[in-house]
């Protein structure tokens, strides 16, 4: 059974460039979340999805960040006109239906980079 | 959420027992005590957990005070792959995030 994957594992954006990520959960998982983690700071949470819904988004940034877990394929973060700030790691993490927080399995993370 | 906390750092031999403490002093009747760990650039890996009695699975043991105001995760045999941050969190299991706070930094030493 794979863990959870996170494509790609390093990505470098231009200022003004959108960035996706994506995160495919463990099979059989269906509550998706995303977390950040800025340079030697500690994880903040961003979003929790399940497939189709956002149901809790209050870690999103207000602009510029989205996040989707579409009823097929990976969920996506998406970024759009990246600024340095936006530099950092970000973790995705699954559970199974019905486990609520109890176990989270994480990805290895995007390292993303702004020029 | 009980806040939890945690000494900044601390080192231990490699093959002797790591004894973590945490203390969470304000912990509700049906707050959980997670242990996750990130190993540097790796993403979080879920430890144990445990309510109310004491825990153990093949990576660690959980020690819960009767009081539940504190707990000490125990690695039996450190090894220098054991040289991580180390999180406790007190949650319900029932919210919709798990809120990491700054962790342990356990370094392990030949």
């Known amino acids: 059974n794979a863990g959870v994957m996170q494509n790609p594992r390093h990505l470098v954006r231009r200022r003004g460039q959108e960035a996706r990520l994506r995160c495919s959960p463990m099979k059989g998982h269906s509550h998706v979340y995303w977390y950040r983690q800025l340079p030697e700071e500690g994880l903040k949470f961003m979003v929790y999805l399940q497939k189709e819904n956002i149901i809790d988004e209050s870690g999103m940034p207000k602009e510029r960040f989205s996040a989707e877990f579409p009823k097929e394929g990976p969920s996506i973060l998406r970024i759009q006109q990246v600024v340095r700030g936006d530099s950092a790691a970000y973790f995705c993490a699954s559970s199974p239906p019905g486990q609520g927080m109890r176990k989270l399995f994480f990805g290895s993370g995007t390292q993303l980079s702004v020029l | 959420d009980a806040k939890t906390t945690q000494p900044t750092s601390m080192d231990c031999a490699e093959g002797r027992a790591a004894n973590l403490p945490c203390n969470h002093s304000?912990?509700?009747?049906?707050?959980?005590v997670y242990w996750y760990r990130q190993i540097h650039s790796q993403g979080p890996q879920y430890i144990i957990h445990g309510l109310k009695n004491n825990e153990t699975n093949e990576m660690a043991s959980l020690i819960i005070t009767e009081d539940r105001k504190s707990s000490t995760l125990i690695l039996p045999h450190a090894t220098l792959r054991d040289t991580a941050v180390y999180y406790c969190?007190?949650?319900?299991?029932?919210?919709?995030?798990?809120?990491f706070g700054k962790g342990i930094t356990l370094s392990v030493r030949p």
């Open positions: 304000t912990i509700s009747g049906n707050e959980y």
């Open positions: 969190i007190a949650d319900t299991g029932a919210n919709s995030k798990l809120t």
